[in-house]
């Protein structure tokens, strides 16, 4: 950037110089060959010279007053277009008043100016007025991130010109909130009609809000998960935190299987899905390690509580092993009472399906016969259709 300002200086010296000089030797050979304006050939490149040091002047100074408010770069660069532009105005009028035409061409213009607004050149005129008032106002620059909510479209910035503004678009082919390398060309008449959200609006502190959920059981530390969370946040997000001052905090709801944790910080924009990933990381990986921590998954309660339960219940093919045929006559009937009507209608109903689930038995100690544990009616009832055997789940004595 210094050597961009010190070329600048220098490019503005030389046109003084020639502007300068061009006016000493206007004035300095009176008899030499005049245009019709009463300007000489060194006189006119003087005032061309002295219109090109004037836009690097101001350009110059806009800058240094941009950087000394803090402000970036390119919004000089902005504003020094539009010098420039102004300047080439001012040097082909001049150019047509060195030659004595500027009335010819005044009326020329006035003849066919009417023709030219009316001409089809509608949406690149209101495009080139849109990147005239967003140079002056700036509600955006490059490397601003933008959202374009009507048309679906967020992007970061690259380039504003006079008829389009150029993105890198956000999402798109990704679900994600990281820039994918497809520009993409808006054209600078649609902003009339559009609203755009800008979401680094101060480029020195490109910050927004974001929020990692953690669902915790109802049974766990809360304590100890908030000092979880708040110390995953302080560690991925310290360098933003010392820019902002603003600390991580927690909000919390609670709903059926358990609580919300609502993980809230400042991070940069362009990094907001890097850092969500890594803190969600750091969250596992200690809650993993904590005990009193667990995580709540609907419909199963919790993650341990899942686990807990695969090795509670055995799998149906271990049980299925235990299955076996048992004499009706080797089985011991029960003591429990039971309605006759009832034995009748579920006799009915295994005649005609078939007995859906086996009976549960355990062996009597010292004999070959079984006691029954579970489906004391389902036994009566195969006993009354005639069954020799029954199927039955041998449980072990312990």
Known sequence: MERHRFRSLVFVIVCALACTAGMVIDRALPDMHRLSS??????????????????????????LYLARKGQPPVEGVMIGRLYWL??????????VYGFGALGTMGTALGAFGGMLLGWSLQAPVSGFAAWILVSIKRPFRPGDRVQFPSLGLTGDIMEIGPMYTVLNQVGGSIASEEAVGRHILVPNAMLFGQVVINYTVSQGAAYMLDEVVVRIT???????????LLKAANTVVSDVMAVTGNKPYIRADLYDYGVYLRLRYETRVKDRVETSYEINKLIFGEFQRTPTVDIAIPFVYSYRAGQDRKTEEPPPDQEADKIVEVDISR??????????????????????????QPIVVVRKAGTDDYEILAGHLRFEACKRLGWKKVPAVLRNND
């Open 38 to 63: 009463g300007l000489s050939w060194p006189g006119l490149a003087g005032v061309i010279a002295g219109i090109m040091a004037l836009c690097g002047l101001f350009t110059l100074g806009t800058h």
């Open 86 to 95: 102004l300047g080439f105005v001012a040097v082909l009028v001049s150019i």
């Open 218 to 228: 109802y049974d766990s530390d809360w304590r100890k998960a908030e000092e979880i």
């Open 331 to 356: 089985v011991l009937p029960g003591q429990i009472p039971l309605d006759t009507q009832d034995i009748e209608l579920l006799a009915r109903s295994i005649k005609a399906e078939g007995l859906l």
